[in-house]
């Protein structure tokens, strides 16, 4: 038996309600269903299976990446990779491209890693919405949105079987170098 995982930046709470009734409207209009499972969040490491007795060994891995700065993360209007996924544009900085590739790096030996090229989003419809696809795009692709918030934290989230569930965070601890004055 295998857990499941996946780590993500998961936005603060008030930003968080908001995507989700979005997603929410996005489900009742459509009948799309899919999106609504996991918690709102921009996927760092897709989901990946690891053996109960390895978890504590993930934890203190994930640990390693915390050195790392906060970071202004911005999100801008709709887009989606077509024929299936409706997503809320997470502009690209260098800060989540750092924390992608430390993490990426991290996780190597408990996850084999995305073959494709890293493109932050925050899902808004997919899976299920394949035959909706058009009509959602239609609807949301002039649409706007224009949030930024700061990610000072990743979270691991672990499946239970019927939800995602927070399962620890891990806050950015910046690097502290002491300067040196010479006299």
């Known amino acids: 038996m295998e857990d499941l995982y996946m780590v993500g930046i998961l936005p603060p709470g008030g930003l968080r309600e908001r995507i989700d009734d979005i997603r929410k409207e996005v489900s009742l209009e459509h009948g799309v269903y899919s999106a609504l499972k996991p918690p709102v969040h921009i ?3 897709a989901p990946f299976k690891l053996k109960p007795a390895m978890e504590q060994q993930l934890v203190q891995k994930l640990k390693s990446v915390c050195h790392f700065d906060p970071f202004a993360q911005k999100l801008e209007d709709f887009d989606g990779f077509p024929e299936h996924t409706v997503f ?3 502009l690209k900085n260098t800060g ?7 993490l990426k790096a ?3 030996p408990y996850a084999e890693g995305s073959k494709n090229p890293f493109h932050p989003h925050l899902t808004i419809a997919y899976r299920d919405a394949k035959e909706a696809y058009p009509q959602i795009m239609e609807q949301y692709q002039n649409r706007r949105f224009r949030e930024e918030f ?5 979270t691991l989230l672990k499946h239970d079987g019927k939800r995602w569930n927070i399962h620890s965070e891990y806050y ?4 502290t170098t ?5 006299l």
């Open 172 to 175: 950015a601890q910046p690097k």
């Open 43 to 45: 996927t760092l490491a």
């Open 106 to 108: 991290a996780l190597k």
């Open 96 to 102: 989540i491209s750092t924390l992608y590739k430390n």
């Open 150 to 154: 700061l990610a000072d934290h990743f």
């Open 178 to 182: 002491q300067l040196e004055m010479s």
């Open 88 to 90: 809320i544009k997470v």
